[in-house]
Every structure is written in structure tokens, then in C-alpha cells.
């Protein structure tokens, strides 16, 4: 086996060394651990599609990552024994920036970091998931569908992704969107005219669709265009601070309605403190001194009366909060609107942000409307107190998504993983709480590891639906076997 791997992405980039296998072998999540047999390193989409020929073959797993470490909900570790990691995080190419279109077309290894520097030379900006890994892969994230934090720029829950480049599991490839309308060359196509923006096709079909959420159980992408923004010329961070997540739902609705704002969200005090606490005994001081609930909303200007449009929608969000009866600042306890923007703007520093309070931590997020929210936290809370977790610890972040009509709502269970008693608390809360929540019809989009027994045992339709679809695109059950709902 190792020597058929070399021969096609060659002998330097076929790895079987314990120390490189066993970072594989497990993540952040509750998944049971297993070793990989091998990790490769492809180059090209040639030999990504070479690899997947080759699976087929030999009945070999597949599990495609791009993504550096940490990893969190279990979807890179594998599930079937004699797996193969598709290592793609090598692939860092950014193929091209279009500023007329609004486009980026990059490689899945390319990161928010990398991207981000190279469209500011631009004027560009591509939105970005709540303080991503410097290591996060742009095509990872978006695939996944990550919530991105700027929501009257998502016209469909797949913003920014357009187009892809897609090896199937059948070991077949395709170009979604309206790059699959030919040729299968991107080169021919920029210079036809062409430049991956829609998102539909080819033709009536909506490929994309296939492969987001999919956790790599479909295919392989080895590029993707990415929608950017042009960069602000200013930018200005509100907050509206409040005693009770009540107050602020009614105002997040108008607003939103209304296209107030570029980066929106709510988030309590235990995850304003973790978003910008450098330590533990940091995060636990901010904890006690900032209010109960902040909503965050920037503004921006861009080019022509750039700063006549800042004032304009500051004052505008103002009188929204005044009809009710809320207050908005530029600063809270002693965290001006500068630091915080900066803060969001980025992505996290080296030592990732949800690691600093505890050294681990555990999410439960789904979707849902913002008026059902109240009942859920009420729900992770009594959980938390019957199990003996300190529910002040719980970060929650609610994340308006697709121009508002839905929310992300996301519970941060901090824990250190060297506790044994805290590993076993945290573990029983993420279950009970689980369930407790799909009970009360929170929708769980992207479910991971046990969420998948609660999402398709309710919806055999769907099911039904995905198994078929499966057996058309990844007829051997290759790529990343058990997860979903195969």
C-alpha cells in the first residue's frame, strides 16, 4: 500500500510515523480515537483524483483534511479502520483574485490569513467565520458551512462559496455552479470571460449543495471561488449592552430587517471575556465586570462619502436602540470599540481563543429563530446546574445568519482535559443537553458525531434521500465511511 501511495503523490509525501498518525488519531471532540495507516499529501487535483481511483480499488477510507489543529467535532478522525488521511493542507495556492467580480478562486489549503493579506493589496475582504484558527482553511470552513459574521452580505446559507472543483468519491470530477457549464479548464474560462460567480449549476442543478455540510463523505474539492467585500475605508464598532437576552430580540429583528450593520452579533459575558481575555485569571476578571448580554455591530464606509455613510448608520442604529429603551456605547468597562473591532477582524492569535480559559472546550450550536433562544438557554442551564457545571463558565454566542431569518446559536463548554471529573461532567452535559435540545426542535444543520442519531432517526425522508445520493457519488463507501447518516 505504501509503496502504490508513493508512486502517485511520491515517496517525500506518504507519512506513517507515529507522531505524524497519532494527531489523526483523535481531536478536541468525544469521538472514540483511531489511528489512520497513512497520511498523504497530494499536490494537484490529478492526484487527489489518482488517490480516490485507487480507494476504490482497494475498498481503502478516505478522509480528506485541510485544516491544521486543533480539530473539534470528530469529523477528521476516522471511523473505519485502515483509513487514509487526504492531507490538503499543502495545496495553499490562491489562483486568482478578480476585483472586478468580487472573486477569489483558491486551493483548500489556503488559510483566512493568508487570503485576508492578499486581498487587502486588493481593496478586498472576504467575510470570516467569528475568530478563526490562523490555520483554518477557507474552503473547510465554508464547505462546513461555519457561520460568518457580516449577515446582510449572505444571501444563501453557503455565502461566500460559489463555485468548486470537485473530485466525487465514484472518482469522477466536476465543476459546480456556473464553472460546470465548461470548459474544465479555469484558465479557458478567464480568459472567455468567465469568473465563477454563480453559484447554481451546472445548468438547473446546485452541485454546491451536495458538498456542503458533508463532512467529506461526498468528494474531494481542490478549488473554490470565494465571494469577497470591498474593503472599508472606516469602520466603527457599536455595543448594546443589556441585563437580558429579552430586551435585545425585538432590536436584533428591526435591525436586521432594516440591513443595519455589517458584523452582527450577541454574545453573554462569558464570551466576550473568552473572545478577548489573554488567560484564565483574565477571562474570569472581565467575566465579573462586563453586563449579562452584548450586542455587537459595526459599521462601515466605503469610498464616495464614506464617512457621511458611517454617521448616517450610526445614527440610524442609535434611534433604532432608543424606541427600545436601549442604550448604545462605544466603550464597556474599560474595552473601547477599537480593541474589540480589531479583535473580530482577525482571526484568533496562535493560541486559539476557546483554549485560553481551561485548555479545552466543547460546543453545542444549531440553528433556530432568535425568539426561541431564551427557552434553550434555559434548557443548557438546568442541565448544567443538575450535572454540577458552573453555567457562568458557558460562553453563548448567537450569530444572525442569511440576512437574519435564521440565527446560529452556540453553547462554549469550557473544561480542562486534564480533570478526569471535568472531562466526565462536560462530556455528560454535551449528551443530556443534546438531546434535550433536538427534543425542543432545535435544528442541528451540521450534525457531528452523536448528533447524526438525533437528526436522521427523526427524518427518514432525508435519509432515504442522502443514502441514495451517496450511492450515486461514493458508490464503495470511501470517503470518510461513518459519519452522517452512512
Known amino acids: 500500500m505504501k509503496e502504490r501511495l508513493s508512486q502517485i503523490v511520491g515517496k517525500e509525501n506518504v507519512f506513517d510515523s507515529l507522531e505524524i498518525l497519532e494527531p489523526y488519531a483523535k481531536d478536541q471532540s468525544f469521538r472514540r480515537s483511531l489511528r489512520p495507516w497513512f497520511v498523504v499529501r497530494p499536490a494537484c487535483a490529478d492526484q487527489i483524483q489518482e488517490l480516490i481511483q485507487w480507494a476504490n480499488e482497494t475498498r481503502t477510507p478516505l478522509i480528506p483534511v485541510s485544516s491544521g489543529a486543533p480539530h473539534f467535532h470528530g469529523d477528521t478522525v476516522p471511523s473505519a479502520a485502515g483509513a487514509v488521511i487526504i492531507d490538503l493542507s499543502g495545496m495553499k495556492k490562491i489562483l486568482r483574485i478578480d476585483r472586478r467580480n468580487r472573486i477569489a478562486v483558491i486551493e483548500p489549503g489556503v488559510t483566512y490569513d493568508q487570503l485576508e493579506a492578499e486581498l487587502a493589496k486588493e481593496g478586498l475582504r472576504v467575510t470570516m467565520p467569528l475568530l478563526p ?60 470571460g468567465m469568473a465563477q460567480v454563480d453559484p447554481k449549476g451546472p445548468n438547473a442543478t446546485d452541485f454546491t449543495k451536495i458538498i456542503t455540510g458533508a463532512q467529506g463523505t461526498m468528494g474531494i474539492v481542490f478549488w473554490a471561488s470565494v465571494k469577497c467585500e470591498i474593503l472599508p475605508d472606516v469602520r466603527k464598532l ?11 430580540i425585538d432590536f436584533s429583528y428591526r435591525t436586521q430587517r432594516l440591513r443595519m450593520g455589517d458584523e452582527v452579533m450577541i454574545v453573554n459575558h462569558a464570551q466576550l471575556a473568552n473572545m478577548i481575555g489573554a488567560n484564565a485569571d483574565h ?62 477582524l482577525n482571526p484568533s492569535d496562535e493560541n486559539y481563543w476557546k483554549l ?3 485548555g479545552g472546550c466543547q460546543d453545542i450550536f444549531f440553528m433556530t429563530t432568535l425568539d426561541k433562544t431564551p427557552q434553550y438557554i434555559k434548557t ?41 471529573k471535568d472531562v466526565e461532567k462536560v462530556q455528560a452535559l454535551y449528551e443530556k443537553a443534546s438531546r434535550e435540545l433536538a427534543g425542543q426542535d432545535a435544528y442541528f444543520s451540521r450534525p457531528y458525531g452523536m448528533w447524526s442519531d438525533l437528526v436522521y432517526q427523526r427524518d427518514l425522508d432525508s435519509t432515504t434521500t442522502l443514502r441514495k445520493l451517496k450511492k450515486i457519488f461514493d458508490p464503495n463507501n470511501v470517503m470518510n465511511p461513518g459519519k452522517l447518516c452512512f
Not at 321 to 326: D, K, N, S, V
Not at 392 to 398: E, K, L, R, V
Not at 401 to 413: M, S, T
Open 133 to 192: 484558527r490562523k490555520n483554518k482553511s477557507v474552503v473547510a470552513s465554508l464547505l462546513e458551512r461555519q457561520p460568518t459574521v457580516i449577515p446582510r452580505y449572505q444571501y444563501s446559507l453557503t455565502e461566500p462559496l460559489r463555485n468548486c472543483g470537485v473530485i466525487w468519491g465514484n472518482g469522477q470530477k466536476l465543476y459546480t455552479g456556473d464553472a460546470g457549464n465548461g470548459p474544465y479548464n479555469l484558465e479557458d474560462q478567464w480568459k472567455a
Open 238 to 248: 457599536l455595543m448594546v449592552p443589556a441585563d437580558n437576552l429579552e430586551s435585545l
Open 283 to 344: 477571562i474570569s476578571k472581565l467575566k465579573q465586570q462586563l453586563p449579562y448580554w452584548i450586542m455587537l455591530m459595526g459599521v462601515a464606509g466605503r469610498a464616495v462619502y464614506a464617512d457621511e455613510k458611517l454617521s448616517v448608520m450610526e445614527q440610524d442604529i442609535i434611534d433604532t436602540a432608543q424606541q427600545f429603551g436601549l442604550n448604545v456605547v462605544t466603550g464597556i468597562s474599560g474595552i473601547s470599540s477599537r480593541t474589540l473591532l480589531d479583535t473580530i
Open 356 to 358: 485560553n480559559y481551561k
Open 380 to 420: 443548557i442551564y438546568s442541565a448544567a446546574d443538575t450535572l454540577g457545571f458552573s453555567s457562568s463558565d458557558i460562553g453563548i454566542y448567537i450569530q444572525p445568519q442569511h440576512q437574519g431569518a435564521v440565527y446560529h446559536c452556540e453553547f462554549n463548554l469550557p473544561y480542562d482535559p486534564c480533570n478526569k
